[in-house]
């Protein structure tokens, strides 16, 4: 079982950065791929970007890519998002997520948080 509880999230105007957190609980954080998701409004949930369970290898979606950077530190049991150059479009629900399956990640996670909010004004 992982626990997983967002923050970093609020407004900022679009050019700005934000750097979103996510602390996990659970003994095996460590043995779990881990990501984010965002829901705009009136939208479907879409991936973000992805970071394998040793930290080594990365995947962006390509909206994003250049722009945010995803990170992990396996001893606070953390992951983080840092995005930059933000856009209007970036407003969203931020969701951090975890599985064990990198490929498979794009399609889903199997423990989720419940979010924070960001939004980039124009």
């Known amino acids: 079982q992982v626990q997983l509880v967002e923050s970093g999230g609020g407004l900022v105007q679009a050019g700005g950065s934000l750097r979103l957190s996510c602390a996990a609980s659970g003994r095996t954080f460590s043995s779990y791929d881990m990501g984010w998701f965002r829901q705009a409004p009136g939208k479907e949930r879409e991936f973000v970007a992805v970071?394998?369970?040793?930290?080594?290898?990365?995947s962006y979606t390509d909206s994003v890519k250049g722009r945010f950077t995803i990170s992990r530190d396996n001893a606070r049991t953390t992951v983080y998002l840092q995005m930059n150059s933000l856009k209007p479009e970036d407003t969203a629900v931020y969701y951090c997520?975890?599985?064990?399956?990198?490929?498979?990640?794009?399609?889903?996670?199997?423990?989720w948080g419940k979010g924070t909010l960001v939004t980039v004004s124009s």
């Open positions: 997520a975890a599985r064990r399956g990198y490929n498979a990640f794009v399609y889903g996670a199997d423990y």
């Open positions: 970071i394998s369970w040793r930290g080594g290898v990365t």
